[in-house]
């Protein structure tokens, strides 16, 4: 078995060859279509998608994958209850067509309902996260990594990240309701990695998710000392019915 120590880096770089896919679309013009959900897709997607696949497939070939793009071509694999990977090629495709660069890939993995390992990278702006629960987590910007760990809750009241795309009058008054002394806007999975590096503490999200949207970005913000759950504060675990989320709050401490 192949364990987080050899397997990390090879996942960090397999996430950077995707980005480097999606850069080379980065600069040119964007075509965009419409899924049968109404989401907008991009070739960028379609072809990082493939390279994680590929690469997946020769560095884990027993682990089954279960990707978006495929998922949404119909293409689901059987689990029967065994670890599988959770893979997001372009999380953030509403960033990517804006050119704002707060967009992700996301590489998860997935064992008993939980994410125990992940890669968070994004390519536009140079930074990349990693960790795998029990072994810690890390992040490299710039050329420089270093060890990440949530933060404790300051006494003037949480730092609150929310989603660019998706703000609403809902997660605002529960923003109220908790006393958030800071709001800071950020796109995809980069909300949970925030928390994890200790420069945030608090990620409500509301509104409709995937799994594949979260798992790598929760796997990381475990592996830094956090944690995920339903609303109602119960575990928030995975292999839901249609791969569906429920609203969720993501915690540094």
């Known amino acids: ?21 999606i850069l080379g679309h980065y ?23 493939a390279v994680i696949l590929d690469g997946l497939a020769e560095l884990t070939p027993s682990i089954p994958v279960v990707a978006e793009e495929r998922v949404a071509a119909g293409k689901v694999p059987e689990l029967h209850g065994r ?3 959770l893979v997001d090629p372009l999380d953030g495709t509403k960033e990517f067509i804006s050119r704002n660069g707060e967009f992700t890939v996301n590489i998860g993995l997935i064992e008993g309902g939980e994410p125990v390992l992940g890669v ?15 072994y810690g987590a890390w992040a490299r910007s710039d050329g420089q990594e ?27 008054t529960w923003l109220d309701e908790v006393g958030a002394a800071e709001r800071i806007a950020a796109g995809s999975s980069l909300k949970f990695c925030l928390i994890a590096e200790g420069r945030a503490d608090l990620y409500p999200r509301f509104g409709p998710t995937m799994e594949w949207d979260t ?39």
């Open 120 to 134: 968070v990278l994004a390519p536009a702006i140079g930074r990349v996260w990693w960790g795998a629960v029990g």
């Open 146 to 172: 270093r060890a990440i760990v949530t933060r404790l809750r300051p006494a003037g009241g949480p730092v609150a990240v929310a989603s660019r795309s998706h703000a609403d009058p809902e997660t605002e």
């Open 83 to 85: 670890p599988f990977w």
């Open 27 to 49: 600069g040119g013009e964007v075509e965009v279509r419409a899924k049968a959900d109404a989401s907008p897709v991009t070739a960028a997607d379609e072809a990082a998608e």
């Open 215 to 253: 798992a790598a970005g929760h796997a990381v913000l475990r592996a830094a000392g956090g944690r995920v759950t339903t609303r109602e504060g119960a575990p928030f675990l995975y292999r839901k019915p249609e791969f569906r989320n429920p609203g969720f709050i993501a915690y540094g401490a």
């Open 1 to 21: 078995m192949i364990t987080p120590d050899d397997l990390l880096p090879k996942l960090v770089a397999l996430a950077e060859r995707a980005g480097a896919v």
